[in-house]
């Protein structure tokens, strides 16, 4: 199947500081990602829809000021946590559409953020 | 009610049982279903997807009732590596954004 990378895989960072998070696609070119939010022993929570060169649609309740996203190119998209707070701890995770492949959705390794 | 609604479990059999989930969905225009499965603190991975005449990969079988509005996994002679967190995913009826249920947890037993 394809292969999404998602970096870093675990990360700890200050309250009141700005995270980044990285998804590729290492061999395909993904017009769109999704970027997920999953706390534990719940559902994965789907954050926004990033389409390439335009800006992401947000779900409801999440703030599109907090939580920048960015689809630059077909192959990378990164989501901002901007100035994270403890309730921000969660398992970030993104996936990507293939265009051409129909459906199906393949995802990236998920990130740890901890937020101190 | 819930775009997508599973059971959580835990499912908890023996090796060499058949286990079955069901997984219900709200809107009747979806067009595209899956079977995805997600070990603890991993990211979930495809395990099948689900077609309209039903289909089987190994011993997996998945099916969809459209007019129930639900699709299932069946599971036969399970594996201790079986034991996860099996999630139901419905596309958003009339596009491709997946939408997830909480997932249904399965303990594989000796």
């Known amino acids: 199947g394809a292969v999404v990378s998602q970096h870093p895989s675990r990360v700890i960072c200050k309250s009141g500081t700005s995270v980044k998070i990285e998804c590729r696609s290492l061999d395909f070119q993904a017009t769109t990602m999704f970027w997920y939010r999953q706390f534990p022993k719940q559902s994965l929570m789907l954050m926004a829809t990033?389409?390439?060169?335009?800006?992401?649609?947000?779900e409801q309740g999440v703030e599109k000021d907090k939580f920048l996203i960015n689809h630059a190119s077909l192959t990378l998209s990164t989501l901002t946590v901007t100035s994270a707070h403890p309730e921000d701890s969660s398992f970030y995770i993104c996936s990507a559409r293939t265009g051409d492949s129909g459906n199906t959705i393949y995802f990236g390794e998920g990130s740890w953020l901890t937020v101190v | 009610r819930k775009e997508v609604e599973q059971d959580p479990g835990p499912f908890n059999v023996p090796e060499g049982a058949t286990v079955a989930f069901n997984c219900t969905y709200s809107n009747s225009a979806s067009q595209s279903f899956f079977w995805y499965r997600q070990d603890c603190r991993k990211e979930p991975k495809l395990l099948m997807s689900?077609?309209?005449s039903g289909n089987e990969d190994g011993r997996f079988t998945a099916q969809l009732n459209r007019a129930s509005q639900y699709i299932s996994l069946l599971i036969r002679d399970s594996k201790l590596s079986d034991s996860a967190t099996y999630l139901c995913?419905?596309?958003?009826?009339?596009?491709?954004?997946?939408?997830f249920g909480r997932g249904t947890s399965l303990i594989v037993h000796p």
């Open positions: 995913v419905v596309n958003r009826g009339g596009s491709y954004i997946p939408t």
């Open positions: 990033s389409n390439e060169g335009s800006k992401a649609t947000y």
């Open positions: 689900v077609y309209s």
